[in-house]
């Protein structure tokens, strides 16, 4: 009788057991399903985010590093008209396809732009207006890189872009030594001056308005010709 007693019970205890575990099993496929679904859901998410870092990443370290190169030779080079001769605002209005290099910098010394030399040293972040200055000067033979806007020297702002000139703006990017795959829009505009931004706003987003590959530099510079307390702010796009 005792051992039909504990068979009994054994046998109780083994269909519980059974119907325990066969409930078990329901349970864990539900949160194995669950736990599934969330991973996968992470997983796609993170995969989404890293694929756009990356061409985030891309953009910026092949555009930045030419548009902070082309703003570093406007403000630290004075250019190169041909030899050792750093006038080349002498040709620009005449044959522009000829100038060998553009730069904005003025020199120490203190002489007229035809006899400015590699010799004499470049003042890094202080322009040349006779550079600068796309208005035609008779009385020096120059002709700078930017056109003029502004009805006055203290409201005066530059720009220079594919819209400017096509033919100039062909030969500075060759002078500069830019993929043709870039365009590039240089603009000039005081800080500290009552002159309205929205014009030169305005123009700058016309001038290039895929905003999504767009790369800005921007330098604080003073023009030769105006007051130490006037300063100009420069930017590249």
């Not at 007229?112 to 550079?131: E, G, I």
């Amino acid at each position: 009788m005792k051992h039909e007693k504990i068979l009994v019970n054994l046998k109780a205890i083994e269909s519980r057991a059974l119907k325990l575990s066969k409930n078990n099993k329901g349970q864990i496929s539900i949160d194995f399903l669950t736990a599934i679904s969330i991973f996968l859901i992470t997983f796609f998410f993170v995969i989404y985010s890293l694929s756009g870092a990356a061409i985030t990443y891309r953009t910026q370290e092949t555009t930045y590093p030419a548009a902070e190169r082309l703003s570093n030779l406007l403000v630290k080079n004075p250019g190169l008209k041909k030899n050792i001769d750093t006038g080349w605002e002498e040709w620009w209005h005449k044959n522009s396809s000829k100038i060998a290099r553009i730069g904005l910098s003025t020199h120490l010394e203190d002489k007229l732009p035809k006899n400015y030399t590699t010799n004499d040293t470049p003042a890094h972040y202080v322009l040349s207006f006779h550079k600068v200055d796309g208005k035609y000067n008779s009385n020096l033979d120059t002709e700078g890189l930017l056109k003029r806007h502004g009805n006055n020297t203290s409201t005066y702002w530059w720009s220079f872009g594919e819209a400017t000139n096509e033919t100039e703006y062909n030969s500075y990017k060759r002078a500069m030594d830019l993929s043709p795959k870039y365009n590039t829009y240089i603009q000039i505009r005081p800080l500290n001056t009552t002159l309205s931004m929205s014009f030169p706003n305005q123009e700058a987003r016309t001038a290039l308005p895929d905003k999504k590959t767009i790369e800005k530099v921007e330098k604080i510079v003073y023009i030769k010709r105006y007051s130490p307390l006037t300063l100009f702010l420069l930017f590249v796009l």
